[in-house]
């Protein structure tokens, strides 16, 4: 047998090491551990880290958008809450205060801090510029807390309790405890805050079947409760303010209007939730099915659409207005998870019974023992499942582009792929990429008419062309004499094009030029533009840390140039300076001789 020496030795912790695999130049090595939830890039050679990323290694229970969709929080039952750059998908920071279950989380609206809640009592508030913990909210008595909501200001913080069946209202600022909301009758399961024209209102949702809505800011008695029928599950205010949706334990979904309470609209979700049943039922997914509910939604930052999730393998997205289902994405296929199964199957049956119900664990002689189903023998403390998948929470990016959703899967994002999608606007048959491009090169130039032609028959490729060929000093003109309509589609696929393009610059100044023309006119319907606006902001941000970046290391780079330089130039003196003096220690030496 051939003699192996030991190169390196390296320890990842108490976990056993799942995977591991070297890179084709054979310097890199990855490693995967299932329990930490854990990946780590070694170079054995420097002996150092190329990268290390670990993950919630329980499961991941709640999550949130930064304002400018830059970075996802997500928090898990492990205690920790951890901030992800949704362009790298890696993390970047990890809390590890709360010591027990997160669940809830909130970004302020400057987007410079991360509210968190949790099973531990305790309210936090995390710096996301400084990455420390700067304030603890906490109860007067213990208290287990549920849900979390912070104000648009980001001044006032509130959090409901699970057991105590209140609502704590804190200060930011000095982290003093304002009010104790009573009323509610069971757990508190959602909270949230809104802008009623020109109230600013509280609504809260409970197991008592109830949804109350609080005016905090003018009078603490003040409140209007809402009978559902049923649990409330989850509660959301519409961005606008204008609407409240609730989830109850019945799976339906209710609208109603936060000022009059009265109810505006109704979705019966239980067909769309799906029939599933776990490997020892026995009985149909229909029958195992009826105490299963959605339990987690999101409105989108239009309000045009509502997302839903819940104890089911599907997630689905509702129509506000016409309350109808627009799609249902399906979030695993994971056959390992129980719950994925809708009907009995006769492959799952034995002569001893179901399968599922069998205890398989093996004995000392290495085999597989066969138990009566229902009966367990052997370690009663040996724990042996399967988890079953279930939607935890689900959240829109205030961009619009892309949403998330946290599962048994872990964290999963969906985005919105429009480079390749036709998706036409005001059409008209004379208006086609051929009549465009010759409006822009043929005799009869018209740059502006060929620009409402592209951004109507709305092809990426089109518009650019376009764009790019109009001369900058013609930007002004076209901007101011471009119809309203067609602002927001411009705006759009100027901040798509920040990211993707080149000519940073030129379209820096087509979004500088619209909105200075028409920056009136879309205040006047900010709650519509909201998603272009943070798109914009979510792309400026992203190219400013790319040129910081770049500049930081140019600096770095010149910073070495300049000292190599020196050093070289000092060697160079210093050398000199020896051939001087020993010329004129031989000449001294030589008139001696003389």
């Not at 508030?125 to 807390?145: E, G, I, L, M």
């Not at 209007?257 to 109810?263: A, E, F, H, R």
């Not at 001369?471 to 696929?493: G, M, Q, R, W």
Request: glycine residues 6%.
């Amino acid at each position: 047998m051939p003699d192996f020496t030991l190169i390196h030795s390296l320890s990842l912790g108490e976990q056993s090491i799942t995977a591991a695999v070297f890179n084709r130049r054979g310097d890199w090595l990855a490693l995967g551990t299932t329990g930490l939830g854990q990946l780590v890039v070694w170079e054995w050679q420097s002996q150092c880290f190329v990268l290390k990323q670990q993950g919630h290694y329980d499961q991941l229970m709640t999550l949130t958008y930064s304002p400018d969709g830059q970075y996802l929080a997500t928090g898990g039952s492990d205690g920790k809450v951890k901030l992800w750059n949704t362009s790298s998908g890696f993390c970047f920071v990890t809390f590890n205060e709360h010591t027990a279950s997160v669940t809830a989380l909130q970004f302020t609206h400057s987007g410079k801090a991360v509210i968190s809640s949790s099973l531990d009592g305790t309210v936090r508030a995390f710096d996301t510029t400084r990455y420390r913990n700067f304030r603890t909210f906490t109860s007067p008595r213990p208290a287990q807390f549920s849900c979390l909501a912070v104000d648009p200001s980001g001044d006032v913080v509130c959090a409901g309790s699970q057991d105590s069946f209140e609502l704590f209202v804190w200060s930011v600022q000095t982290g003093r405890l304002l009010e104790i909301l009573s009323g509610h009758e069971a757990p508190i399961s959602g909270v949230a805050f809104g802008n009623a024209g020109e109230n600013q209102l509280l609504v809260s949702s409970s197991w008592d079947q109830t949804v109350r809505v609080w005016d905090i800011f003018k009078s603490k008695s003040q409140q209007e409760s809402v009978r559902v029928h049923s649990e409330a599950l989850a509660v959301a205010f519409r961005p606008d303010g204008n609407e409240i949706a609730v989830c109850d334990l019945n799976c339906r979904i209710q609208f109603f209007d936060p000022v009059s309470t009265q109810q505006i609209g109704i979705i019966e979700a239980k067909a769309d939730l799906g029939r599933f049943r776990r490997e020892d039922d026995l009985v149909s997914g229909k029958t195992a099915s009826k105490g299963r509910a959605f339990t987690t939604l999101c409105y989108s930052a239009d309000g045009m659409a509502i997302l839903v999730g819940g104890k089911s393998k599907y997630i689905c997205v509702y129509h506000t207005k016409e309350h109808v289902l627009l799609r249902r994405f399906a979030v695993s296929k994971n056959w390992s998870f129980t719950g994925m199964t809708e009907f009995l199957s006769k492959r799952t049956n034995t002569e001893m019974g179901q399968r599922g119900l069998m205890d398989l664990d093996e004995d000392d002689s290495d085999r597989q023992k066969l138990s009566l189903p229902g009966v367990r023998s052997g370690d009663m403390a040996s724990r042996h499942f399967k988890p079953e998948v279930t939607v935890y929470s689900v959240q829109f990016s205030p961009t619009g582009q892309s949403w998330a959703a946290c599962s048994t899967e872990g964290l999963m994002i969906y985005s919105t792929h429009t480079e390749d999608l036709f998706d036409p606007f005001d059409l008209d048959p004379s208006i086609t990429p051929a009549s465009t491009r010759a409006l822009i090169s043929g005799p009869s130039r018209d740059p502006g008419r060929a620009l409402i032609m592209a951004l109507r028959l709305n092809e990426n490729k089109l518009v650019a062309e376009v764009m790019e060929s109009i001369p900058v000093h013609d930007i002004a003109l076209i901007s101011e004499n471009l119809p309203d309509k067609y602002v927001t589609l411009l705006l759009n696929f100027s901040a798509l094009q920040l990211e993707n393009s080149r000519h940073f610059e030129f379209y820096l100044n087509w979004i500088k030029t619209t909105l200075f023309a028409h920056g009136q006119k879309l205040k006047s319907r900010s709650t519509t533009i909201m998603p272009v606006l943070h798109s914009l902001q979510k792309a400026l941000i992203r190219k400013k840390e790319d040129i910081l970046r770049i500049t930081q290391r140019n600096v770095s780079n010149l910073e070495y140039a300049q000292s190599v330089f020196k050093l070289t130039l000092e060697a160079g003196n210093s050398a000199s300076d020896g051939k001087d003096s020993d010329s004129v220690d031989g000449e001294m030496e030589e008139d001696e001789e003389d």
